[in-house]
């Protein structure tokens, strides 16, 4: 395993309330991801992270927010869940570089918003 | 935009049985390609990639060459085992942003193999 640890493992929330997913890494890694997954979608980027409180938005970054106050650990929040939200997320991280040094993933959070 | 292009599933071989997943990919410049498996409950690991055209990538009997005339990076394997039963994502890199580890992927192909 990469050393990395997503919290909880599985969720089950009502909607329009907030939510947070955490992710933590030992790995010292620079880049850190947020993935959802959907059945006929594959696995598309929620957001991203280049360093500490450095972030972006990737393809699907509406209803999320993240922060990264800390090398080690990545937070993605809903602010008000919606069933849309329903998935299973995932962390990864990367060392990055011109090598397209590959992702490690967590083994993900199954969130159900009801 | 980018994007990546798998063939769809599920596909079920018996044991010993020749595999072909077929993945192509739209894309400008020059990406890196991967093909990352996920076994039941858990997250994508990197099974094998190909940083440049005519590069093969190979890893546990699984091959891949990085076709830039054809835009394909099709998976391959001589005699797949029950073991081998999981989801292939085919993906790509993309320099979003700046960074260079984001990846766009394929919906993935559920294999399931039958001894």
């Known amino acids: 395993d990469a050393g990395i640890t997503q919290s909880p493992r599985h969720k089950v929330t009502e909607t329009g309330t907030p939510v947070t997913l955490r992710c933590h890494q030992t790995?010292?890694?620079?880049?850190m991801y947020w993935y959802r997954q959907d059945p006929g979608h594959g696995l598309r980027l929620i957001h991203y992270?280049?360093?500490?409180?450095?972030?972006d938005k990737g393809e699907v970054s509406d209803g999320y927010s993240v922060s990264r106050s800390k090398t080690e650990d990545f937070l993605l929040t809903l602010e008000s869940a919606t069933s849309s939200q329903t998935s299973v997320y995932f962390c990864?991280?990367?060392?990055?570089?011109?090598?397209?040094?590959?992702?490690?993933f967590g083994n993900g959070t199954r969130l159900t918003v009801t | 935009g980018n994007s990546v292009t798998q063939m769809e599933g599920p596909v079920t071989l018996s044991e010993e049985a020749f595999l072909t997943i077929n993945c192509t990919y739209t894309?400008?410049?020059?990406?890196?390609l991967f093909w990352y498996v996920q076994y039941p409950g858990e997250g994508l690991q990197l099974l094998l990639k190909?940083?440049?055209?005519?590069d093969k990538g190979s890893n546990k009997g699984f091959e891949a060459t990085y076709r830039k005339e054809t835009t394909s990076f099709h998976l391959e394997k001589g005699s797949v085992q029950v073991s081998d039963s999981a989801v292939y994502f085919c993906?790509?890199?993309?320099?979003?942003?700046?960074?260079?580890?984001?990846?766009?992927f394929g919906k993935g192909t559920k294999l399931s193999v039958k001894p």
């Open positions: 990864a991280i990367s060392g990055g570089g011109a090598d397209n040094s590959p992702l490690h």
């Open positions: 790995e010292n890694h620079r880049y």
């Open positions: 992270s280049y360093g500490v409180k450095d972030t």
């Open positions: 894309a400008t410049g020059y990406p890196s």
């Open positions: 190909a940083t440049k055209a005519d």
């Open positions: 993906a790509l890199s993309d320099n979003y942003g700046g960074s260079q580890g984001n990846l766009i």
